[in-house]
């Protein structure tokens, strides 16, 4: 089975530096040196098309912008990019969400893929008028996915549960294909609903041994639903030439965290009421010393931003070898980033996808759409495309695709 890889649009914005945002923390603009303009968006998402991502995480917060709206305008200068679009239960009736995803699948070509985040933090959900607690927030979640599901079977839908009440539901169009439905939680209720609904089952990335552990519990839970979930991984990357040029990059953007704002977000992230979160937090104690938990497994991204803080880091090889270390365990999906993402989509693409395909474990979903330079890399060439190396305001936006 090839391994599937998708990138991440930083919808609250990018920079050579790392831009705060992510779960849990608090709510501010856009941040960074790049907006997330749709310009700049779309150029990081043609530059993963191309060089071979399958697709691209959208975020949901207060701290970036709609991931809805977002890709439905990106979709439009892309042709093959799937768009992996977070959103909340709580915030939407499921039979409009059955709509929505049937209308993206349509106008994209089947390009949705739908990631479903149920809300760890009471406060940020209260601001959007949803006063349900953790325990709650997933049995509605059970509830809303039911829902969506027997929509997307084409059927009637009646329910009067705890939590949500629809009568005589039905969509004029179902969605084909079916979106597939990305879950994640660390919590024994997030592990129930993602054993019932979940096609991937998303984890931040912990050392192996943890990873093993959580694969090994949701594969129980399914198998107990009759169901087989695959894995997925979301992680950061710093891939470059040679072990130490990528830890000397990990070493600059450590250097930039200001001792204040670690403290700042570690406090917020401390209260946080996702298991989750407490276990990224775990992985650093909020210090800035013994960051490798894990050979080339480095948690300093943690330390100012919220949800995934964790990147592999080190020479191409290396990065190649600690992916093929995760898909032995069962990971066969991986969400990544890196900052700027523009660029890190490169030195990823251009120099560890060649090296994971020669060993047999990946291949360029459309081949024939690649960039030229690309395609005719071998693992030896090394250095990011020459549009992708400018600063963002010389790279030129390739927006003149006839939007489909």
């Known amino acids: 089975m090839s391994l599937t890889f998708h990138w991440f649009l930083p919808t609250n914005g990018d920079s050579r530096h790392i831009v705060g945002g992510g779960h849990g923390t608090p709510v501010t603009a856009a941040g960074g040196d790049r907006p997330p303009s749709i310009g700049y968006l779309t150029q990081i998402a043609r530059a993963a098309e191309d060089l071979g991502f399958t697709g691209a995480l959208t975020p949901t917060g207060a701290w970036c912008e709609d991931a809805w709206l977002t890709t439905a305008m990106v979709s439009q ?127 931040w990335g912990e050392p192996p041994a943890a990873v093993a552990e959580k694969i090994a519990w949701i594969r129980t839970l399914a198998a107990k639903e009759g169901r087989n979930i695959r894995f997925g991984i979301r992680l950061h990357v710093i891939t470059r030439d040679t072990s130490e040029q990528a830890w000397a990059e990990a070493q600059r953007l450590l250097d930039g965290f200001d001792p204040e704002t670690v403290a700042a977000v570690q406090a917020g992230l401390a209260r946080s009421e996702s298991e989750g979160q407490k276990r990224m937090l775990a992985l650093h104690g909020g210090g800035r010393d013994g960051l490798e938990i894990h050979p080339n497994l480095w948690a300093g991204i943690g330390l100012v931003r919220g949800g995934a803080g964790t990147a592999l880091v080190g020479s191409h090889t290396e990065v190649a070898e600690r992916i093929a270390e995760y898909h032995r365990l069962g990971i066969d999906e991986f969400v990544l980033s890196g900052y700027p993402h523009l660029e890190e989509a490169y030195w990823f693409g251009e120099n560890v996808l060649p090296r994971l395909a020669a060993q047999g474990l990946w291949a360029h979903p459309s081949p024939t759409t690649a960039l030229s330079t690309s395609a005719s890399r071998t693992p030896s060439d090394s250095t990011p495309a020459d549009a992708a190396a400018q600063p963002a305001a010389q790279v030129p936006f390739a927006g003149s695709r006839t939007p489909r």
């Open 77 to 203: 200068h892309t042709e093959r990019l799937k768009f992996l679009v977070a959103f909340r239960p709580g915030f939407v009736s499921p039979t409009l969400a059955a709509q929505m995803a049937s209308t993206f699948q349509r106008q994209t070509g089947g390009r949705l893929l739908l990631n479903v985040v149920t809300g760890g933090e009471s406060h940020e959900q209260r601001a959007y008028g949803d006063f349900l607690d953790k325990d709650a927030r997933y049995a509605r979640t059970d509830e809303f996915l039911q829902i969506v599901r027997a929509l997307w079977d084409g059927g009637t839908v009646d329910l009067a549960g705890e939590h949500l009440r629809i009568e005589d539901a039905r969509l004029a169009r179902v969605p084909d294909p079916l979106p597939e439905i990305y879950f994640g939680g660390s919590s024994p209720a997030a592990g129930e609903v993602a054993a019932r609904h979940a096609d991937v089952y998303l984890t």
